[in-house]
């Protein structure tokens, strides 16, 4: 009895591990590679949003997508040298595209 482990095409996997890690400022910025300070300014932009609510004295928390975000945000500063406007525009088209595809794939089924 052999299952296959891989996902269906255009699926990604999402592992419960992933999905219930929360990070620190401190620990999502060292695996983003960028400075507390920048994850700061991409949540203040609303680029990235904490997991936690802003609830006083209550430690934001990041999860996983918002790691993959702010590679992706560091992604297009590095390739496209993009400013705040640029990727504002751009994570918004991304997102469309995103919710574009589940639609088809919910259609599809």
């Known amino acids: 009895m052999t299952s296959d482990p891989s996902p269906p095409a ?7 591990v992933e999905t ?6 401190e620990v999502i910025a060292e695996l983003a590679g960028v400075h507390p300070k920048t994850v700061l300014h991409y ?3 609303g680029f990235i949003r904490p997991t936690t609510t802003d609830t006083p004295g209550e430690t934001a928390l990041f999860d996983i ?11 297009l500063r590095a ?3 993009v400013n705040d406007t640029g ?9 469309e595209i995103e919710c574009l595809r589940e639609e088809r794939r919910q259609q599809h089924r």
């Open 20 to 25: 219930d890690t929360r990070y620190s400022i």
């Open 10 to 16: 255009g699926d990604s996997p999402v592992y419960h």
């Open 65 to 75: 997508e918002c790691l993959r975000q702010l590679r992706r945000i560091e992604h």
């Open 79 to 81: 390739t496209c040298q």
């Open 43 to 45: 949540q203040e932009q």
């Open 87 to 95: 990727l504002k525009l751009i994570l918004d088209l991304l997102h």
